[in-house]
């Protein structure tokens, strides 16, 4: 972490927390007291602040809403049960946001701007973590163009800020996933590995057309063939089969490289299950399902955390599951919620003190 950088701070004159109810709060849509923010001009970063949240005043012509340079990381906070509040994985996240940053042509965030802003940020509206089972403080690092101008080329100026936003359970049920076989997230070569604002936005008739059917996601698969499948909607996917967990690989370049995923990864294997990270045919999955060895599915990312997948449907073949019987997949969330929540030992350095 680096020490003593000061971030010039303007504090909300009233808190609005005294009007909002943490529990069971919506994601996404209730936001708390201040924001951070910073420009990049010049080649270089500056006016660093953290302020009260406000809306912002932006040209027509800014270059992010034409061209969609624009990516973004989601993190979470938490409270031990003695009121104490951590960030889970941060420096994870501030890796992998400038990954993106490179992949769309932007520029780094400096870890003073990014891990401190961040801590202090949090520090000043901890407040708002709220101290319920299945809740936490989602924290959104974005970044994008500010150029003023029409024209496909790289921004000179950027903007870089985080929000956020208490938030209870993301998804509250087990759910349905329709497996897709027409349309693609990403392709080799492409920015499926990045996270990046587009690979939402070209996902939404998609699964608006899935929902229409009844399911409450969809399972990604390969541009190719549409045969090996990839991510469910915002998460990763685990299958359990047998004594093994079995998770897409990452060498495509179409995957995002999930925080959440590998620290389940990591869980998996304390339980005694081997991780197989391999290409995984929609063949196989329902050849483990007939054979009675396809146990139970699972996604994994930040703002789902750990979810359980009651329903696979591919074409007219349906994959059903007991979740009631379930027996790693709510292990695995007990453990990481047990880690984050401070009631056991964090051996493995994840959870950062604010």
Request: net charge negative; no cysteine.
């Amino acid at each position: 972490m680096v020490e003593a950088y000061s971030i010039p701070v303007t504090n909300n004159e009233r808190s609005r927390l005294q009007g909002v109810t943490l529990e069971n709060i919506p994601f996404g849509r209730t936001f708390t007291d201040h924001m951070l923010e910073a420009d990049f001009e010049n080649g270089e970063w500056k006016n660093v602040e953290i302020k009260p949240y406000q809306p912002l005043v932006v040209s027509p012509s800014l270059a992010a809403i034409h061209y969609g340079q624009s990516i973004f990381e989601g993190i979470k906070a938490y409270k031990n049960e003695a009121g104490e509040a951590y960030i889970f994985r941060p420096y994870d996240n501030f890796k992998r946001f400038n990954f993106s940053a490179a992949r769309m042509e932007m520029p780094e965030v400096p870890e003073e701007i990014f891990i401190e802003g961040m801590r202090k940020l949090v520090e000043m509206d901890k407040n708002w973590i709220p101290a319920l089972k299945d809740h936490s403080l989602y924290i959104r690092p974005f970044m994008f163009s500010a150029d003023e101008m029409i024209g496909v080329r790289p921004s000179e100026t950027y903007k870089f800020m985080i929000i956020l936003a208490p938030t209870g359970p993301y998804y509250s049920a087990p759910m349905r996933i329709y497996v897709e076989e027409k349309y693609t997230r990403a392709a080799p070569g492409g920015v499926g590995q990045a996270k990046a604002a587009g690979n939402y936005g070209s996902s939404m008739y998609v699964t608006a057309q899935a929902k229409k059917k009844g399911y409450d996601q969809v399972l990604w698969t390969d541009v190719y063939e549409h045969k090996y499948v990839q991510e469910i909607g915002t998460m990763n996917v685990f299958f359990v089969i047998g004594n093994k967990a079995y998770t897409p690989d990452l060498s495509s370049g179409t995957i995002l490289a999930g925080v959440t995923r590998d620290s389940v990864m990591t869980i998996l294997e304390e339980m005694g299950l081997k991780v197989e990270e391999q290409p995984i045919s929609v063949d196989m999955l329902m050849d483990a399902y007939q054979a009675g060895e396809l146990r139970e599915v699972f996604g994994t990312g930040t703002a789902a955390t750990v979810s359980l997948i009651r329903e696979l449907r591919y074409k007219d073949f349906v994959m059903s599951f007991d979740t009631t019987k379930w027996t790693v997949t709510p292990e695995i969330k007990s453990r990481l919620d047990n880690i984050r929540e401070g009631r056991v030992t964090d051996n493995h350095g994840w959870m950062f003190k604010v």
